[in-house]
């Protein structure tokens, strides 16, 4: 059985891939990665893919999940190379909404920016 909990979360970087208008390869290929680690097959992950529209953000309750989720999401944000408006819009809003403060979005970007 899939964790609901790593089900919501990869449902939220879907969310992100697709807050641009469309899904680009690269992203692609970074969401199967974590599907794969996570255990999401492949059959769902794609049928997730085609259904990314309408995908609502679900909001962790654990901080650590908070923050990996938001680390993850920068993550893949950057894999194509560039923060488009939406994709900064959106992580901007869900970092609001996870409680972090704006230094501390801008030191997690810093971290993962250092890291590419």
């Known amino acids: 059985m899939l964790d609901p909990i790593k089900l919501a979360h990869f449902r939220n970087l879907i969310s992100l891939s697709a807050a641009d208008g469309k899904i680009e390869e690269l992203e692609r290929v970074a969401l199967s990665k974590i599907a794969y680690?996570?255990?999401?097959?492949?059959?769902?992950?794609?049928?997730?893919?085609?259904?990314?529209?309408?995908?609502?953000?679900l909001i962790p309750q654990d901080n650590s999940e908070k923050e990996k989720q938001l680390d993850d999401m920068i993550r893949l944000a950057l894999v194509d190379g560039d923060f488009s408006p939406a994709e900064r819009e959106l992580i901007n809003t869900v970092s609001e909404r996870l409680g972090f403060s704006k230094p501390a979005l801008e030191k997690l970007i810093d971290v993962v920016l250092a890291e590419n």
């Open 37 to 57: 680690e996570n255990g999401i097959p492949l059959d769902r992950v794609n049928l997730m893919l085609d259904r990314a529209n309408e995908y609502q953000y």
